[in-house]
């Protein structure tokens, strides 16, 4: 049986990265289109055609999307979404289904895929992590999307989480964020995207009923970088434990 499983996954893989390339050229022109209309209304539309194609091809890969707490994300304000994060699978998530126009935190490696790339930065505000010089005016770029009245989109574990735990513990980023921008973090747990995409498994991909909670908002009124370092953190682990 485990043999069978395994033999499907990586059918499913291969069914998966077929339906995305194909679905992916479908969307691209009316998605590289968004730049030519500035600010949050271009990103608006862009989101909206994300949605519109995750829609499709989740679908068509089995992996049903259930979205949870959307009534803690208030129409008129902007926020910082923290994430957890644990698979590729994930960035599928956060963009799209993320309400209104928002740009998530990425890293520069992927905007070099020909194609893909340029529509991966229009998403995106993109970093090298390598690069103290990059990362601050990333976070000067962060400030000012925010101020577009955009959206932000942090895993605040940096990287995917390939060990036992829960979590890993998180990066200043987000929390220096909020504290400098006064906007409210929304932590946002994402469910299942293991199961559907191990890390340990290499091309494997499984039907799976994904998940997309967002919790109360945590506003930075009096409270430290660390302060809101941690309460995120407990928060955000006692949902995912």
């Known amino acids: ?18 339906t995305f390339i194909i679905s992916f050229l ?28 995750m829609n499709v091809w989740l679908t068509l890969i089995g992996c049903s999307v259930k979205i949870v707490g959307k009534e803690n994300v208030k129409k ?21 289904y993320v309400p209104g126009a928002n740009k998530t935190i990425a890293k520069m490696s992927f905007a070099k895929i020909p194609l893909f790339g340029w529509y991966y930065a229009k998403g995106s505000i993109l970093i090298d992590r390598k690069s103290d010089l990059s990362r601050r005016k990333g976070f ?12 932000v989109c942090i895993y605040p574990e940096g ?8 979590l890993k513990s998180f990066y200043d980023g987000a929390f220096k964020l909020s504290v400098d921008s006064k906007k409210a973090i929304i ?21 799976t009923k994904l998940e997309m909670h967002f919790l109360p908002p945590i506003y930075p009124d009096n409270l430290t970088i660390q302060e809101l370092k941690k309460m995120v953190f407990n928060i955000m682990y006692e949902k995912v434990k």
């Open 1 to 18: 049986m485990k043999l069978l499983k395994n033999i499907f996954a990586r059918i499913w893989a291969l069914w998966g990265i077929v």
């Open 26 to 53: 479908i969307v691209y022109i009316p998605s590289m289109v968004t730049y030519l209309i500035p600010g949050k209304k271009g990103q608006t539309i862009f989101i909206y055609i994300s949605r519109i194609w």
């Open 76 to 96: 008129g304000e902007t926020y910082i979404f923290t994430c957890n994060h644990n698979t590729l699978l994930d960035v599928p998530l956060t963009c799209p």
């Open 140 to 151: 000067d770029k962060m400030k000012s999307t925010l101020k577009e009245k955009i959206h």
């Open 159 to 166: 990287t995917r989480n390939r060990t036992n735990n829960p």
């Open 187 to 207: 932590p946002t747990i994402l469910y299942n995207t293991k199961k559907a995409m191990p890390n340990d498994k290499f091309f494997y991909l499984l039907p």
